[in-house]
């Protein structure tokens, strides 16, 4: 069977296949500043889709074609901020990233961990809640394999497998909200009881 002749990919299609990419990425980075705006406003509550296609300038179908809903916004937004986190402690400079001793990186990185959990804290209580064992997932696991790696070099005969749990547990985001909110209890002091926390297990 006779095909018919396909039209050729010209530099004309080329640019605006190009074109589109950059307009999609442009209007991606637009929402996701435009919902983080009213998260920081706002609250978690705050975030409809219409008042962020609004903000950003573009459709509400847009966004949903792009989200799927409002949830999916929602983690759009910590993946982003997730990336950003997990790329400073894995290949940033030091001491959070590679360059410094085990014990100063584990005590920057409990320090930015603490920071970028209250950033997101409400998107995060929102996802470390949606059941049973989700606050176990893909980041979890990341800053767990890192810290015991850490833990591992400053003490090879520790139950690193273990303290790296202990050491995060503290950071979980309910038990965050309560304390910051409802107990009065400020972020450096968390932050310097994680220190007090790491020392116990590094001897340091």
Known sequence: MRREPTEPETATTKGAGR??????ARNRAKILAAAEGIVATQGVQGL???????AAGVGVGTLYRRFGDRSGLAYALIDAREREFQAAFIEG?????PGA???E???????????????????????????PLARFGGAYEAYHGHLAMLIGRLRPEADAYCLADALLAPLAAPLLVHRLRDGGVG???VKA????LLSGITGD
Do not use: N
């Open 105 to 131: 990186r584990a005590r920057a990185f409990l320090r930015a961990l603490t920071d970028r959990t209250v950033e997101q804290l409400d998107l995060l209580l929102m996802a470390e809640t949606a059941g």
């Open 48 to 54: 409809s889709m219409a008042d962020v296609a609004a």
């Open 19 to 24: 074109r589109e990419r950059t307009d999609a």
């Open 187 to 189: 972020v450096e002091r």
């Open 93 to 97: 400079p030091p001491p959070l990233g």
């Open 193 to 196: 009881a994680l220190d007090e």
């Open 101 to 103: 001793e085990p014990g």
